[in-house]
């Protein structure tokens, strides 16, 4: 495991939010043929057509964004964290300082996802973004100007590793829930009430000043909730900045990406919003516990792979759910097709 400290380049690789908005909407798409040839295959496999299910679909996604024969020798796990300002107003349970001492506890080797990352083979990076600054409290202003948004998404867009089969992707951030619903809400609409969860564990009156602080917010920022981007980074996190980076750097590259819980899936959100397509390269590793993650994947139309009542972030739903991609790949390239065992295929 390894904590990547980021650093300022000269020429950053978007510079404003209109080359951001541009790169959005240039999109590659799959290698169609790719998935035909794994789709022809799992026809000829020992099986009923189509009785592994989602696990077929899956082999045949892996291999339209990789361009070839599906494989998963190279995955990679990038966890972003960040410091909210938004936590003054008592939407966490938890002190900001619990960000950093996190991080720690992730290069010692000791949370759920060094655990989860090491049984499902990947490799895992951390990435902490001006732990020491956090972004302003989005009820008096923007999270971020346009400058330090750009700098979060660019440092996002060059982690990702063109090489990689698979990113999955992650987050740590004392009151990022509050940042993610806030989000959610510009994109597709409601309040506070409608989007806030208990996060890391609020009480009702914790509950209650989260519900407030998404609303002063979304009230502050409504001449720019309009524009995906802009209330990004109004309403955002660089941690989330982060994420959206790269999505946005795994689908250049071909990369598929499973996006862990609500925050991640808010994160990515955007580029679904720029681009109908955005998200096309993405599987919803898991729906968490937090209330209005499965609203946000339907209205994205991203089903999970999984629901086991998880809540934790840290990009743990998509490092599990790495598991199930392993199987879908040992079952297509490990089974015996129909001739090869000497089974009798469907009669015509």
Same mark, same amino acid.
């Given at each position: 495991?390894?904590i ?8 950053p690789?978007f ?11 240039d ?5 169609d ?7 022809a295959r ?12 989602r ?5 045949a996604?892996?291999?339209?964004w990789?361009g070839?024969?599906p494989?998963l ?6 966890v972003?964290?960040?410091?909210h300002g ?6 966490s ?6 960000t ?8 010692a080797g ?9 049984a499902?083979g990947?490799?895992l990076r951390?990435?902490?973004l ?6 302003t409290?989005?009820?008096?202003g ?13 440092t996002?867009?060059?982690a990702?590793?063109p090489e990689?089969?698979?990113?999955c ?8 829930t509050t ?6 809400a510009a ?5 506070g $009430?409608?989007w ?9 009156k914790?509950?209650a000043?989260k519900q407030?602080?998404?609303?002063e917010?979304l009230?502050?920022h409504?001449a ?7 209330a ?14 790269a999505?946005l ?5 071909r ?9 991640c899936?808010?994160a ?6 720029v ?8 599987q919803? $590793? ?11 994947l339907d209205?994205l139309e ?5 629901d ?5 972030g ?7 759910a790495v ?5 879908a ?6 089974m ?8 009798a295929?469907?009669?015509?």
């Open positions: 495991m390894t990547v400290v980021p650093t300022e380049t000269a020429s690789r510079a404003s939010f209109a080359a951001l908005r541009v790169a959005c909407l999109l590659p798409g799959g290698d043929a790719a998935a035909a040839a794994v789709r799992q026809a000829e496999l020992t099986k009923p057509p189509g009785s592994l299910g696990l077929e679909d899956l082999a996604w892996l291999a339209k990789r070839g024969p494989r020798d190279r995955v990679d796990i990038l972003f964290a960040g410091n938004v936590t003054v107003r008592g939407v349970p938890y002190p900001a300082a619990v950093a001492q996190m991080v720690a506890n992730f290069s000791g949370a759920a996802i060094n655990q989860l990352a090491k499902n990947a490799t951390v990435i902490p001006d732990l020491d600054t956090p972004t409290d989005f009820t008096v923007p999270a971020m100007d346009e400058s330090a948004f750009l700098s979060a998404v660019n996002g867009y060059e990702v590793r990689a089969d698979l990113l992707l992650g987050e740590m951030g004392i009151g990022n940042a993610a619903a806030a989000l959610a994109l597709f609409g409601g309040d $009430a409608r806030a969860g208990r996060g890391t564990g609020v009480d009702d914790g509950l000043r407030v602080a998404i609303d917010g009230a502050r409504a720019v909730i309009h524009d995906p981007l802009q990004a980074a109004a309403l955002g996190g660089r941690e989330l900045a982060a994420i959206l980076g999505t750097a795994a689908r250049h590259h990369v598929p990406v499973l996006l862990d819980g609500f925050v899936t808010a990515a959100a955007p580029l679904a919003k681009h109908a397509g955005g998200l096309d390269h993405v919803a $590793a898991h729906v968490s516990a937090e209330a209005a993650h499965r609203m946000l209205a991203l089903p999970p792979l999984l086991l009542g998880m809540r934790l840290e990009g743990s739903g998509a490092a599990l598991s199930i991609l392993r199987a790949l040992a079952c297509h390239t490990g015996a097709t129909f001739a090869e065992a000497g089974v295929s469907k009669s015509h």
